[in-house]
């Protein structure tokens, strides 16, 4: 990994260009606020009839009121902006200004710490390397063991000196992000003085549509471009711009107008997920307050009212908002698509088990929530459902699948989430904790087939999904634990999402994994390093089927088994007792004979029987085979006791 550079820090708009720019706003608002009154003093001359007179033209004096009045509002704009251009370059960027001087000060003797200690540690390890002769004297191999010590000691705290730069780097960026976007905020919530008229009185459109905000020939000009933003970030945030911006037009636009734009645009609820999850809530809160709901709690008037009734997925799939709102939304989203006459019967049967999953209670009496629900582009339904109260839960995982999985699998994951839940709930009962648990099934993705398995594209589509889900949960409960379980191709997904957000997630459990990429376990292995995320993975010997999923000779692009990374624990899935698991003792865990998440029933080969002609005939039985999440299961008790003792650690970072 590279080392920090003054160059990695985002330039600071100079706060007294912030405060001169508001100062020539006022100069302008007095201006033509001076400039209106003479105007206006001298056209009032026409009302006097001793000077002049037309006979049918008395309302001659009143044709400026008009534009005196927008003049006004033109003023009060003008100084409301310079009231906020003031304000930000008065406090917030002077200290930001500062802030990036004592960064970009900091940055060359932390480095150089880091090159020098580095340099030292090589040195000294190449000194106690050679010492390691039967002919070298004893206290000179003591001396060299003791300076490598030192040097491996000072080595480390300077790595530890330069984490603190990076993440102080880092908290710096988006601290100047924020304040930006703060301030354009609050420039383009001022109005007044902006409509344009032509001299026929029609509307004219110009590239100024209101303030802190332009049209412009690249994306997120002016306020949403950054420096520290890839493009592919970039894009992803004026995705969730564009999307927020949307919403909060549907909210309130002619029905007829927002369900012709929504018809024409099938895949807009998709894009909603990538709104910052800090923004929808911060859109939802505002919506709310300007909505009203029936005793029951569901929302009858206002922009809420509108979109339950009109576009309820569009809210449902924001992440960053309460999950029982998101319930609300989506079941009614759901209800809409089932009400359809187009659906195939394929289609049909995995709403079905869909509906009958959120609708089925669990043994506490609580319903699961529908996190997420939406139709992808290829006409298939996607969805998250939680698995306890993901709002208030001390500890939140989410569990995801490989290959040829759909909701067409829902049953047997649902099941098994449940399951998972409902066992850490009694361990920790049965341990004395009185932390609270909540598992979310992860399905709003395309895992694809056998033919894709080796591909990327699909793992990092639902990597860049689950990092938003991740997050949307994280800031609603942000003290609770996140933690992440996969299976198969699962395991290259998630392994992406965690390493694209360090400090986010604390541990991961991968079950028979389909590979990960060379740059996502030197991101695992640095995170584990720093001690931000802890990685477990097991890999049962009679499952055959993983392996082929890492092979880079048939093409596969995430070749390296997550086994190999360096800190990653390795945990048993071929039989055997896992200690305390339901009782102190510890209890039997099943070998995992397959490659299946869960259980599943295989005709097995028995022996050789005679046929009616005397010939003999092969013999099969069906023979129930134990996946790595069934409850039976040596991996899943594993993972149980993991996520009780993990309750034992501190939340992410974040």
């Known amino acids: 990994m590279s080392t920090p550079s003054v160059d990695d820090l985002p330039q600071v708009v100079d706060p007294a260009v912030l405060t001169g ?53 033109f003023f009060e704009a003008l100084v409301e902006a310079r009231n906020a251009l003031w304000d930000a370059g008065s406090s917030e960027f002077p200290d930001l200004k500062q802030r990036r001087e004592e960064l970009a000060s900091r940055i060359p003797s932390v480095v150089a710490a880091y090159d020098s200690a580095a340099d030292a540690s090589a040195r000294a390890n190449a000194t106690y390397r050679s ?61 007044g003085g902006t409509e344009v008229l ?61 369900q012709r734009w929504l018809d024409a645009h099938p895949d807009f609820v998709q894009s909603v997920a990538f709104v910052e999850p800090e923004r929808a809530g911060d859109l939802f809160t505002d919506l709310a307050a300007a909505s009203a709901a029936a005793p029951n709690g569901e929302w009858n008037g206002g922009p809420l009212g509108q979109l339950l009734a009109l576009a309820p ?151 860049a999904r689950l990092s938003e889900t991740l997050r949307g949960l994280h800031a609603v409960n942000p003290g609770a634990q996140l933690n992440t379980g996969a299976h198969s191709l699962g395991t290259t997904m998630t392994g ?34 720093s001690g931000e995320t802890t990685v477990s993975a097991t890999h049962a010997d009679d499952d055959s089927i993983a392996a082929w999923g890492r092979k880079d000779w048939l093409g596969s692009l995430h070749a390296e088994d997550p086994r190999d990374v360096p800190g990653v624990q390795s945990f048993g899935s071929n039989g055997g007792v896992v200690a305390d698991y339901g009782s102190p003792r510890g209890e039997y865990g099943e070998s995992t004979d397959s490659h299946d998440a869960h259980n599943s029933t295989k005709d097995e080969f028995v022996g050789w029987g005679v046929g009616g002609d005397g010939s003999p005939i092969p013999l099969y039985e069906p023979t129930e ?14 993972f149980v006791v993991g996520l009780r003792e993990a309750l034992d650690t501190t939340g992410a970072s974040r």
């Open 21 to 73: 720019l508001g100062d020539r706003l006022v100069s302008v608002a007095n201006a033509t606020q001076t400039s209106m009154a003479d105007v206006q003093q001298r056209w009032s001359v026409l009302g006097d009839t001793e000077v002049f007179h037309v006979t049918g033209a008395e309302a001659v004096p009143r044709m400026l009121d008009r534009p005196a009045s927008d003049a006004r509002g």
């Open 131 to 191: 010492t390691r002769g039967s002919d070298v004297d004893a206290s000179v191999a003591a001396d060299a063991s003791l300076a490598r010590l030192n040097a491996s000691t000072t080595l480390n705290s300077a790595e530890s000196a330069l984490d603190t730069l990076r993440s102080d780097i880092d908290r710096f960026r988006r601290d100047v992000e924020d304040a930006e976007d703060r301030l354009a905020s609050r420039l383009r919530n001022v109005s």
């Open 198 to 258: 032509g001299a026929g009185g029609e509307p004219v459109r110009v590239a100024q549509l209101f303030w802190g905000f332009s049209e412009s020939a690249y994306p997120g000009a002016p306020s949403a471009a950054s420096v520290s933003r890839s493009l592919s970030e970039q894009l992803t945030y004026d995705l969730g711009r564009a999307a927020e911006r949307r919403i909060d037009w549907l909210s309130t636009a002619d029905t007829d107008d927002a």
């Open 313 to 463: 997925l569009v809210v449902g799939n924001l992440n960053g908002i309460p999950a029982d709102q998101r319930g609300i939304f989506n079941r009614a989203g759901l209800a809409d698509v089932l009400a359809r006459d187009d659906l195939d019967d394929e289609t049909r049967s995995k709403l079905d088990q869909l509906r009958s999953v959120v609708e089925k209670r669990s043994d506490d009496g609580s319903l699961p929530t529908l996190l997420s629900f939406f139709i992808d582009t290829e006409g298939s339904p996607r969805a998250n459902i939680a698995f306890g109260d993901v709002d208030t839960a001390d500890q939140v995982t989410t569990l995801t699948h490989g290959i040829r999985t759909d909701l067409g699998s829902l049953q047997e994951w649902a099941r098994g989430s449940a399951d998972l839940q409902s066992a850490l709930s009694s361990e920790l009962e049965r341990t004395g904790q009185s932390s609270t648990t909540a598992v979310v099934l992860v399905m709003d993705w395309d895992s694809g087939g056998a033919l894709s398995v080796g591909g990327i594209d699909r793992p990092d589509a639902g990597a």
């Open 496 to 529: 992406q999402a965690v390493a694209d957000n360090p400090g986010l997630v604390s541990h991961v459990w991968f079950f028979g994994s389909a590979g990960i990429t060379a740059q996502t376990g030197d991101e695992l292995a640095e995170q584990i390093r």
């Open 625 to 638: 085979q134990t996946g790595y999440l069934d409850p039976s299961a040596e991996s899943f008790k594993h």
